[in-house]
């Protein structure tokens, strides 16, 4: 059974950080890119950053360059999501996908709100 259960989101003020994990399950994770979306009330989902399966390359939104990192450990088949200077705007929720050719995993979601 594949699962995909992300966890770290919460409530942060402005400037700060959170690190959000995906822990994965049922499927050969280090064979898969692996990327974070969100998506806001009333917007799209859209892509905020993905690795590959190699670790070898990362790709980033423009609006969180220079603030989130993503990175993962095959050992312990999980994704992470560095996120730094965090602002208003980045309040979503925010999902992780595994995806290998044409099959695509997504998780749950983990509500990130950046708010004074």
């Known amino acids: 059974q594949v699962q995909l259960v992300e966890s770290g989101g919460g409530l942060v003020q402005p400037g700060g950080s959170l690190r959000l994990s995906c822990a994965a399950s049922?499927?050969?994770?280090?064979?898969?890119?692996m990327s974070w979306y969100r998506q806001a009330p009333g917007k799209e989902r859209e892509l905020v950053a993905t690795?590959?399966?190699?670790?070898?390359?990362?790709d980033y939104a423009d609006s969180v360059k220079g603030r989130f990192t993503i990175s993962r450990d095959n050992a312990k088949n999980t994704v992470y999501l560095q996120m730094n200077s965090l602002k208003p705007e980045d309040t979503a929720l925010y999902y992780c996908k595994a995806q290998r050719g044409l099959r695509t995993y997504w998780g749950q979601g983990t509500q990130v709100t950046v708010s004074s």
């Open positions: 690795i590959t399966s190699t670790n070898k390359n990362t």
């Open positions: 049922g499927f050969t994770f280090s064979s898969y890119a």
